[in-house]
């Protein structure tokens, strides 16, 4: 009895077909807004929004009986402005960005722009396509907690690999705790010939962080006086702190490890730059 029902169901869906996909024709004609910017320039507002609540719009140019349909640079440019920059070729972002863009079929301009290129019977196939490939590359917006740290870390190395004048690091240390577990060091500053400070980073503060970094530092307490390691600084960077994790801030220096929000550049080479 249930398997007629289901399948007079399907039945009735059956005859809707052309009905449901007309309409959807409809919606998509009626939402998407054309306007013309000059002779070879038609602007296209369509009725999908990025992450951020705003339009996705193209800008289709002809040239030599090529349509070239961009986003005139917006994507990039809007994620960049919400901190996620995708500009640095070697970063796992920028792979990430080129993986979504090689799927669709589609290019990145030396200017940011994000284009497909299309025949004149190609171009709904085309502005379908390209409006997709923006809505999944502004979603990188949504990376995972361990992406965000990851991603979070190569903008911190990048910006102390481009002040080789003001910071001098070392990477690539570990230590080991009285647990036999190693606990990875993200930098070694070297301050002056005699001074060092290690530095790990991390996406944000919190309780379950505040406990865990309490606990590496007293589990690797003989290894580091081992190896006459045990008078060396630790910090940890994070992008920020908030009013609300200022309490796990004041907690770790009661511990004598100092945060460094990565926002405050100056607090920043205050405490870890080349010291004369």
Known sequence: MVIVERSEKMNELSTQIDHIAEEWLSFIKKSNEFKMVSDTELRINTPFTDPFGDSISLLIVLSN?????????????????????????????????????????????????????????????????????????????????????????????????QQKNIYSILQGMSMQGQTQLNYNIDFVFNLTVNDRKFVNVYNSLSKALVEQLIGIWADTLNYRKSKQLGDIPFSIIVPAVPDEQRVFSESLLKHNIEVLPFNNKNDVQNKLAIRA
Request: proline share 1%; hydrophobic share 30%.
């Open 65 to 161: 009986g090529i349509y070239t349909i961009t986003d005139q640079g917006y994507t990039i440019w809007n994620l960049k402005s919400h901190g996620v920059d995708l500009t640095d070729k070697k970063s796992h972002r920028f792979q990430n960005l080129m993986s979504i863009l090689n799927k669709n079929d589609t290019l990145l301009s030396e200017s940011g722009e994000i284009i497909g290129r299309a025949t004149r019977n190609e171009i709904p196939q085309t502005i379908n396509d390209l409006t997709q490939t923006l809505i999944q590359v502004s979603d990188l917006i949504y990376l995972s907690r361990s992406n965000t740290r990851s991603v979070f870390l190569e903008d911190v190395n990048t910006y102390f690999k």
